[in-house]
């Protein structure tokens, strides 16, 4: 199985992935960057070099305030005033399908019998009052590195992945090969298969979600396309940095397990940082009109002490 044969994993493969794609104490046992360590200073000096066009593309969507079954949380938003000065009060779980967010390693645990976080350490450190380790204020100096859009659905002709053609790790490759690009060391790698495609469809009528109980969905999830567990070993490989994607995993894989397949390796053992839910249209239409495919990524987390991850406004800039 894997990119070679263009075979997907197996669940005796996939299961494998805990120690095959394992990154702990590969950076030391006090490491809390993970997959971020790739970001060398070589790595950000040439990411500045891409900056060409001088055009800057912001990679999230607005904050969600409408509930629905893909936000069940909407977040809160007033203002109030007094004498001539407003000012806000928001309250957000950003985790989910909707808001624009970057997930931290204490997000998602392993599923052993006492569960662990990235690098082996125990669960128990997540406590009410924030993390103790693995937590988002970590990467307080931000993420700024090459980012490269494997545009899909370009790459395909279509408008947008479909639930039976989810994105694999060869497939990764081919588009890359396509655009013209090679996977380089800390790459943020930013994954398109067209969320706003795919939310107009369902909306209109004119895409049919799967049936409860077919191959594509997942027992207490929406049925999604996305990107399967297959780019797992793509992302391993060539050293990325951090995943960004728009539709995120493609349900009903067959691995079942909090938070979906990728994220069960990603951020308890290989020590990938997701950012979740990125809107990637525009940056796509930009890339299509300079015709290149590489920019400098920005991401700066809000410092959250303990915090679980933090709603971002990533940038791409050209």
């Not at 039976?164 to 013209?180: I, K, N, S, T």
Request: charged share 20%; hydrophobic share 35%.
């Amino acid at each position: 199985m894997g990119l070679a044969d263009r075979t997907p994993p197996t669940k005796d493969d996939f299961f494998a992935y805990r120690e095959r794609y394992s990154n702990w104490g590969r950076w030391g046992d006090d490491d809390q960057l993970g997959t971020l360590n790739h970001i060398t200073p070589e790595v950000r000096a040439h990411a500045a070099s891409l900056v060409q066009a001088g055009r800057a593309v912001s990679l999230a969507n607005s904050l969600d305030t409408r509930p629905g079954p893909r936000n069940p949380f909407p977040v809160s938003h007033y203002l109030r005033w007094h004498q001539g000065v407003a000012w806000d009060f928001f309250a957000i779980n950003y985790h989910g399908l909707t808001n624009t967010h970057v997930d931290a390693h204490c997000h998602i645990f392993t599923d052993d019998e006492e569960p662990l976080l990235y690098n082996g350490r125990p669960a128990s450190l997540v406590t009410v009052t924030g993390a103790k380790s693995g937590s988002v204020e970590h990467w307080r100096d931000g993420i700024v590195t090459r980012g490269v859009l494997y545009d899909i659905p370009r790459y395909r002709g279509v408008d947008h992945v479909s639930y039976e053609l989810p994105v694999h790790g060869w497939e990764l490759e081919d588009c890359a090969r396509a655009q013209g690009v090679e996977p380089r060391s800390g790459d943020a790698v930013l994954v398109r298969s067209g969320a706003d495609a795919v939310q107009r469809g369902l909306q209109s009528g004119a895409l049919e979600p799967p049936s409860e109980g077919s191959s594509v969905t997942v027992p207490g999830a929406p049925p999604r396309p996305g990107v399967h567990a297959s780019a797992i070993e793509f992302l391993y490989e060539y050293d990325a940095s951090i995943l960004v994607w728009d539709l995120q995993e493609a349900a009903g894989q067959g691995f079942e397990g909090s938070g979906g397949p990728i994220h069960q390796i990603a951020l308890p053992y290989m020590g990938l940082p997701l950012l979740d839910n990125a809107n990637l249209e525009a940056v796509g239409v930009a890339c299509a009109e300079l015709g290149r495919h590489e920019f400098q990524f920005v991401c700066a987390p809000l410092v959250i002490w303990g915090g679980t991850g933090s709603p971002v406004n990533p940038l791409a800039v050209l």
